[in-house]
């Protein structure tokens, strides 16, 4: 399992929460999402044979987040 975290500007609703954590949970490959509202933060665990934390960052900056770094583990 790899790990990545992606750091987004600062999230405005809890609803911003539910969305992206529940459109990376249906992504395959992707075991885990936790995001953390207060420092707008995502946090992935994924299968790297399957996707990679690329394509993560592209679902997320497609929903209309803007991604200012990340980083893989």
């Given at each position: 399992m790899a790990k990545a975290e992606f750091q987004l500007e600062p999230l405005t609703c809890p609803t911003c929460v539910k969305k992206i954590e529940s459109?990376?949970?249906k992504a395959k490959g992707?075991?885990?999402?936790?995001?953390?509202?207060s420092s707008s933060k995502v946090k992935?665990?994924?299968?790297?044979?399957?996707?990679?934390?690329?394509k993560l960052k592209l679902t997320i900056e497609n929903l209309g987040y803007s991604v200012?770094?990340?980083k893989v583990s």
């Open positions: 459109t990376l949970t992707v075991d885990s999402v936790k995001v953390l509202f992935t665990e994924f299968d790297d044979t399957q996707t990679n934390a690329e200012l770094t990340s």
